[in-house]
């Protein structure tokens, strides 16, 4: 089977966020960068599939010249080919992603059978990519998928809600997008990282477009005067703590 | 007209509909327009009522034989759903369709921007109407705001959970009507759909529920070290979590996570025990009414949110509270 996982590259993110003078970005200098959370899964899964059924996993993304580290990535644990899809840096809107994504997919070739993408994006949270390009093909799509398995034709996929599970069936091809803990990703090994490095990208630059969203400037939340308060320090801070718990009647 | 979707499943409304239809009311206050809403299955005469004190003039209960199977529950199918909200926005042209940035809400508006080629901006907490619309809106779980401009015909907006107080107006309560109508259904909405669900009770107080929450983060050193923080929630009856890390790390399980990626939670009291407090965690404890830290380092980014806090070493302090709670228990 062929599998398409769409990724995206994200600042790693610490304890605080700044931005850029202009406001339009957070300022990466002091940050790595990585595959954002819910789509490192996707890879994790679409490299299981193709452990578990066979066919090939090719990894998309669209963004800045250095997000061939990702794609690099995504190669050494498995992912066989990569489609980069070019950007001056300048943000792509849901819907320009969505056609981007797309033009490219149409001009690949390739009949993916499952097209996996991350629920939402760690820094656009849009929710909406993956849905779109499912319209865009007539595919079924499941989203915020946390089990997934393949069975002939069929995919059946389970959603977590409070007190259990929802379940899922559609037939391939089909748009999954997965959250976070439906896997826990491997690291790559030394020989899967060089043998990535010979992997193939193939790379375009689409064309920006107003989507109809655009972003006016980011802002940091406002911080709320804060002050803490010591109980003390070591195990001998314990009765205070139960003070604590006392006053704000926990026991 | 503006619209609000009104999530219910099998009945029971998520709460978080009235924050969307407290933005969508100043947004009709704004623009001067009435205020609509839909709901997909019955609407029970309470729900009705309540939605007299914001102010909405009709509410469209829209339904499907395909998933109702005879009851007045319609099963969740996201497109058909959508369907629904669709057949409104082709009827009756409104400026705007907001619902909750729930899993479903985004899901389905998500489903409807794909159906209408329309943009959809998720997550807002604020608007200003205007031939575009200038939307605030959260970015990285809300440990960031992105200002935008929401063009489109019919404006589509979630509006993150938790971030708005609900108000009423019934200042401008009314009666309002009530539109039932049958979805017109293609095959194609109805081929994603719950097909079963599986019940699973662990009989413990769940993350997002608990009124104490003792999380631990990379300081526990390993999935053993859980065990006091295990014995400290017992005591509290409460539940216990982790950090990314430590999921990532395959000490908890992920259910267990605490962060954007993972559970919100919203104790009266959240421990953190040796957890740095990198800002993907913070989202999903900001809801905790109270912090206590507990953490070797008295400038771990933790310290600057946490209300209360201990310098020292987990491992000797969580017992020592455990002890000292036993003790004064007898």
């Given at each position: 089977m062929n599998i398409l996982v769409c990724i995206k590259r994200v600042p790693a993110t610490g304890g605080k966020i700044t931005l850029t003078p202009d406001a339009q970005e957070i300022d990466a200098r002091m940050l790595g960068f990585t595959i954002s959370p819910h789509e490192e899964c996707a890879v994790e899964e679409a490299v299981r599939l193709v452990e578990k059924h066979g066919g090939a996993a090719t990894v998309l993304t669209l963004g800045p010249n250095g997000a061939t580290e990702q794609l690099r990535d995504a190669m050494s644990i498995g992912v066989e080919r990569a489609i980069h899809l070019e950007t001056d840096g300048r943000e792509f809107d849901p819907i320009a992603t969505t056609n981007a994504i797309v033009n490219a997919i149409r001009g690949d070739g390739t009949n993916y059978d499952v097209l996996l993408f991350g629920n939402e994006a760690a820094d656009t949270g849009d929710f909406q990519v993956g849905v779109r390009v499912a319209y865009a093909f007539g595919y079924p799509c499941v989203t915020g998928i946390k089990e997934l398995a393949v069975n002939g034709n069929k995919v059946t996929a389970k959603r977590e809600v409070p007190g259990g599970w929802e379940i899922f069936e559609v037939l391939m091809p089909a748009v999954i997008t997965v959250k976070e803990g439906i896997n826990l990703p491997r690291y790559p090994s030394l020989p899967g990282r060089l043998k990535a490095k010979k992997k193939p990208i193939a790379t375009s630059q689409p064309a920006w477009q107003d989507g109809g969203l655009e972003k006016i400037k980011l802002m940091t939340p406002p911080e709320e005067a804060h002050q803490v308060e010591i109980l003390g320090k070591g195990a001998e801070a314990a009765p205070k703590v139960v003070d604590l718990l006392e006053r704000l009647g926990l026991l | 007209m503006i619209l609000t979707y009104i999530e219910q499943d099998r009945e029971k409304v998520n709460e978080a509909s009235f924050e969307a239809l407290t933005l969508a009311r100043q947004l009709a206050e704004q623009t001067n327009a009435p205020l609509h809403a839909i709901t997909i299955g019955s609407a029970a005469d309470e729900l009705v009522e309540r939605l007299g004190a914001f102010g909405v003039r009709t509410l469209h209960v829209a339904s499907s034989e395909a998933l109702s199977a005879g009851n007045t529950a319609v099963e969740y199918a996201p497109a058909a759903y959508a369907q629904s909200i669709v057949e409104i926005i082709h009827a009756q042209k409104p400026a705007a369709v907001l619902a909750a940035g729930s899993e479903r809400g985004n899901e389905i508006m998500a489903h409807v921007a794909a159906k209408t080629n329309l943009p959809m901006a998720a997550n807002c907490i604020e608007v200003q109407a205007g031939d575009a619309y200038i939307v605030t809106r959260q970015r990285w779980g809300g440990s960031l705001f992105e200002q935008a401009k929401l063009k489109g015909a019919t404006k589509l907006l979630t509006v993150a959970p938790n971030s708005i107080p609900v108000v009423t107006n019934s200042f401008v309560a009314q009666t309002v009507g009530t539109n039932k109508f049958v979805t017109t259904l293609s095959e194609n909405d109805l081929r994603t759909r719950i097909i079963s669900r599986v019940e699973t009770s662990s009989g413990k107080v769940s993350l997002g529920e608990a009124r104490v929450v003792v999380g631990g983060g990379r300081?526990?050193?390993?999935?053993?070290?859980f065990k006091i923080l295990e014995e400290l929630a017992d005591l509290l009856g409460g539940a216990v979590g982790g950090s990314r890390v430590v999921t990532g790390l395959g000490w908890r399980p992920h259910a267990d996570q605490i962060g954007q990626t993972g559970n919100r939670i919203q104790p009266e009291l959240y421990i953190s025990c040796g957890v740095s407090g990198a800002i993907q965690h913070l989202v999903g404890a900001k809801g905790a009414k109270h912090i206590l830290a507990i953490n070797t380092d008295p400038d771990a980014s933790i310290m600057y949110k946490a209300d209360y806090a201990v310098i020292g070493d987990l491992h000797q302090v969580v017992p020592a509270i455990s002890a000292e709670m036993r003790k004064r228990r007898g």
């Open positions: - | 300081g526990v050193g390993s999935a053993e070290g």
